[in-house]
């Protein structure tokens, strides 16, 4: 039995460069990853099945095609491998939410494969299979603080932060990436800054806080009480939203703030963390 954990990913700073003529956006962001985030399980089997547990099951329910199963299919046909697998996500992370979880979610399922069928986790074929699932799965797959670039695939690791307290605040909507992308306003502001991450991510910015916000107001309502928290470092959303996250000065000042959201908002889904 192979457990991997897929680490939830964080945008420091999200800068939208421009359109391309694929279809996506020209990128240039700051990923940090912290400790937590949803479980996998995978263990050889006599037939393959999939089957997803925990507190954020629900909306997958029903759900007929599916990263992991995507990730595993892939998997099999770039590596020639065979061998049927029963894997359960356990899905503790909101779907939506602009910190990765589809994508983490698969790169967990690589990463797991990978050591299952003992290949190297550094075979270029890894990062292929991620680059095909998605733009934030070779990120995911790596899970360190990197600069990326293009669609984020582009990545030079940088020194991160490990172990700075984080708390990650969810309202409960999710956000359609397409449709946050869909209103950019199309305007360049510029590069990410050169030097210590924490000066970069404050100089920086995301550049989809706007279009988030216009589609789901409630979004500057997290933003704001985490702003209101004691001792923070960086108050920023995460990708297109609506997952919103504070880093902070020291663990007891994140766990204050924990629980001062959960009194204020006690609908809200929160986790408390710490960067990798």
């Given at each position: ?22 279809g ?32 954020c ?12 199963t ?5 998997f ?16 503790r ?9 589809g994508?983490?979610?698969a ?5 797991a494969l ?6 190297d986790?550094g ?14 799965v ?12 293009g ?5 030079t690791?940088?020194?991160?932060m ?19 992308f ?15 991450l ?32 004691a ?8 990708g297109?939203?609506a ?18 959201v ?9 986790m ?5």
């Amino acid at each position: 039995m192979i457990e991997e954990t897929a680490w939830a990913k964080l945008n420091l700073a999200l800068h939208v460069r421009g359109r391309r003529g694929d279809g996506y956006h020209e990128l240039e962001t700051l990923f940090a990853f912290v400790a937590d985030g949803d479980r996998l399980t995978l263990a050889p089997a006599e037939a393959d099945s999939f089957a997803i547990t925990g507190p954020c099951a629900a909306a997958l329910a029903g759900e007929g095609d599916n990263l992991v199963t995507r990730a595993r299919d892939l998997f099999r046909e770039r590596f020639a491998v065979n061998g049927a697998v029963a894997i359960t996500l356990d899905k503790r992370v909101p779907v939506a939410s602009g910190i990765g979880g589809g994508s983490a979610d698969a790169a967990a399922t690589l990463r797991a494969l990978a050591a299952m069928h003992m290949i190297d986790g550094g075979d270029p074929r890894l990062i292929q299979c991620a680059e095909a699932l998605g733009s934030d799965v070779p990120a995911c797959v790596r899970s360190v603080i990197a600069l990326g670039r293009g669609r984020g695939e582009a990545l030079t690791p940088i020194a991160g932060m490990a172990g700075t307290p984080v708390l990650l605040v969810n309202p409960g909507v999710g956000v359609s990436t397409a449709s946050v992308f869909a209103r950019w306003d199309g305007v360049d502001r510029g590069a990410i800054g050169e030097g210590d991450l924490l000066d970069c991510a404050r100089a920086g910015r995301n550049d989809l806080e706007v279009p988030a916000r216009a589609l789901q107001p409630v979004i500057g309502e997290v933003l704001t009480l985490l702003e209101e928290q004691a001792d923070t470092l960086l108050v920023r959303m995460s990708g297109s939203g609506a997952t919103c996250f504070a880093m902070f000065a020291s663990v007891d000042a994140r766990d204050a703030a924990a629980r001062g959201v959960a009194e204020a908002r006690p609908d809200w889904w929160r986790m408390a963390s710490e960067l990798l």
